[in-house]
């Protein structure tokens, strides 16, 4: 696709904002037209860092600093919140990818797929028919919140890319990516990017080491704060006590030299016909004294660090270290993108900002069009003003709309009035009018009767579901050895003598009352109490899906005197199993257990009347003291515990994701 003109690649780092601004020429050459480098106050990752102070005053000096009101820009989103999948597809049509993508992009992107904004990217070697999709993805949050940093100041992005993929499209359009695969490695300040990169392939993994841990490691050797160490750090290249900072730096570079074997190592066995030779590095972190050597040494690879672009000349603006052509490698891919001229071309902007975009640039274009559409407009209503009155002269008449009672349409259709054309085809339509009228009057009665008989039928689609959740309960209640097997109150109290187990020992759980809520959202935020001890492994977050369901409360009692612990790992958890089976009609979320008033403060109906021992009423009423006696067996239910169960019953087959995880 042809570029603008100009675009801007904006990068904005932890320690700085990077910006790069090119322009295609005719000869389709590229140049570099403006470069911007912007260094924060302090790292974004320090604890003390104000994250949205900092990003406002880098946007604002680069907007004091240039004007991009007539430049495409295109930004970055850091790798380690963007997730990337490699996926080999068999020879098939071209038509058929995209269909073939989404169900590789289902099955490997472990979130709701409404959560993520996705793209792919296709590969393929000329001279070979197997084909390799990379999956990109991000979390739909996570993106916004990036981007409000630029909304914010006006900016709205053509295309958003991740940094890892940005630096790949670098590379490639500057041909430094031979017949052998090459390893680039970004260091960051809180993770690295690691990109093997080939001319038709490439793979890509972030891990959790950055500048950051070079910098703490010195902190913890040197006993200084956190920006002398980074200060140190920097100056590393050029102290006198290099040896010093390299031996307190060593077991970071050993961290770091070991997640690249790590990650090297997956990719050399799912790769088996590629061969890896060279390690190139990116960013000002190779600057740190002997970084290079220990990764040349350790990685068995030839090694180097890019320092300029040979298809174009990227000048510092300070000539720091920090501030090197190698440093601005993400812009620079960034803008290349937004030209049209890279291998890589995925964009992760969500769509519906993308539609934005596009619209608030059409609106001059739409308004253009109202205004015309305006101006014929009136044309039309003159034209038409003037054909009223032509017509009301055929009319014959100013009596205005015909209105005929359904009891003379049909007269009036068979013997239709002598009048002029107008008023007589006003009159026909009157009576036709008036005979539709009566027969959708005759076709609604009776809706109220169906709709009462649907409710009726309706009640017995789910008594075989309701059979499920009652026996799901009942299946989940803990069941004792000997206890369980009883069919009567006698062969129940032979039972407890032959366990000889103390009331407080029982392994027991009676449920004394059922109640069930119908609600069309289940998952709604206002179904959730502020009670509910949720079991954390039982959610399952639909992002938001509209599901119907019931919200069932068991009001229990136990013996057992570990309470709460107790029903917790026995009942609820067993709620798991019983009401959570595939092709079930439903199954169980969110599962909670709250404590209830004790049976002592709950009702006088299991209360005894005692009086004094002579038993004489002498005038006075007796104090009645309410003691708990278990009905079956006699004893002393005092120190029973009660409590409620509430738990929702999602009216849906398990999700097959959910049965893998339960499974």
């Not at 003003?385 to 205005?400: F, I, K, P, V, W």
Request: glycine share 6%; with cysteine; aromatic share 8%.
């Amino acid at each position: 696709m042809a570029g603008p003109q100009t675009v801007w690649g904006i990068d904005v780092g932890k320690s700085a904002l990077k910006a790069i601004k090119l322009r295609l020429g005719p000869d389709k050459s590229v140049e570099v037209v403006a470069v911007d480098y912007i260094e924060h106050a302090k790292l974004m990752s320090q604890q003390d860092a104000d994250i949205d102070v900092m990003w406002r005053a880098a946007m604002e000096k680069f907007l004091s600093q240039n004007d991009i009101s007539n430049d495409r820009v295109v930004v970055s989103v850091p790798g380690k919140p963007t997730l990337a999948r490699f996926a080999k597809l068999p020879p098939v049509d071209k038509k058929k990818i995209p269909d073939i993508v989404r169900y590789e992009a289902d099955q490997q992107i472990p979130f709701d797929m409404d959560e993520v904004v996705w793209d792919y990217q296709v590969f393929q070697a000329p001279d070979s028919p197997e084909v390799e999709v990379a999956i990109l993805a991000v979390k739909r949050d996570s993106i916004r919140d990036h981007l409000l940093h630029f909304q914010a100041h006006g900016i709205e992005p053509f295309a958003v890319q991740s940094s890892p993929i940005a630096l790949y499209n670098a590379v490639h359009y500057d041909e430094m990516l031979g017949d052998d695969a090459v390893v680039l490695i970004d260091i960051g300040t809180e993770s690295t990017d690691l990109v093997v990169a080939a001319k038709d392939s490439l793979w890509t993994r972030t891990f959790d080491l950055g500048g950051n841990s070079f910098t703490e490691s010195l902190v913890k050797s040197f006993k200084l704060s956190f920006s002398k160490a980074e200060s140190l750090k920097r100056t590393a290249a050029s102290s006198k006590y290099a040896r010093q900072i390299f031996q307190a730096m060593r077991p970071v570079f050993a961290d770091l030299v070991q997640e690249l074997q790590r990650s090297l190592g997956f990719y050399t066995a799912t790769h088996r016909d590629v061969d890896l030779s060279k390690v190139v590095g990116v960013g000002s972190a190779f600057q740190l004294p002997g970084l290079q050597k220990y990764i040349k040494q350790n990685l068995q690879m030839e090694m180097e660090v890019i320092e300029k672009f040979s298809k174009v000349s990227i000048s510092s603006k300070t000539d720091s270290e920090s501030d090197a052509p190698g440093s601005y490698a993400i812009a620079y891919g960034l803008a290349l993108q937004g030209l049209g001229i890279t291998r890589v071309d995925s964009n992760l902007l969500p769509p519906e900002i993308v539609k934005q975009v596009i619209w608030r640039k059409k609106r001059p274009f739409f308004a253009a069009i109202a205004a015309c559409l305006l101006l014929s407009a009136g044309v039309v209503w003159f034209r038409q003003m003037s054909d009223m009155g032509t017509m009301n002269d055929a009319r014959g008449d100013t009596q205005g709309i015909v209105s005929i009672p359904y009891e003379r349409a049909s007269d009036t259709i068979a013997n239709p009035p002598q009048a002029p054309p107008l008023r007589y085809g006003e009159t026909i339509q009157a009576a036709a009018n008036a005979i539709k009228r009566k027969y959708s009057d005759l076709s609604s009665q009776g809706t109220n009767e169906l709709k009462k008989i649907e409710q009726i039928t309706g009640l017995l689609e789910n008594r075989v579901l309701w059979l499920r959740i009652l026996t799901a309960i009942n299946e989940a209640l803990p069941r004792p050895e000997k206890l369980s097997e009883v069919t009567s109150v006698e062969e129940y109290r032979d039972a407890l003598a032959q366990v000889a187990k103390p009331r407080s020992q029982r392994e027991e759980i009676f449920i004394d009352s059922l109640e069930a809520e119908y609600v069309p959202e289940v998952d709604a935020p206002d179904t959730i109490r502020d009670d509910w001890s949720a079991m954390a492994d039982l959610i399952d977050n639909k992002g938001g899906k509209k599901r119907p369901g019931f919200i069932i409360t068991l009001n229990c009692h136990t013996p057992n005197a570990g309470q709460g612990v107790f029903a917790s790992s026995t009942f609820a958890k067993s709620l798991r199993k019983t009401a959570r089976k595939p092709s079930y009609g439903f199954f169980v979320n969110r599962v909670g257990i709250t404590s209830a008033a004790d049976r002592s403060s709950s009702s006088s109906r299991r209360s005894t009347d005692r009086r004094g021992r002579s038993g004489r009423d002498k005038g006075t009423s007796e104090r009645k003291t309410e003691v708990n006696i278990d009905p079956i067996t006699g004893e002393d239910a005092s120190e029973d515990w009660y409590f409620q169960v509430r738990f929702d019953v999602i009216l849906e087959d398990l999700p097959e994701k959910s049965e893998k995880k339960d499974n």
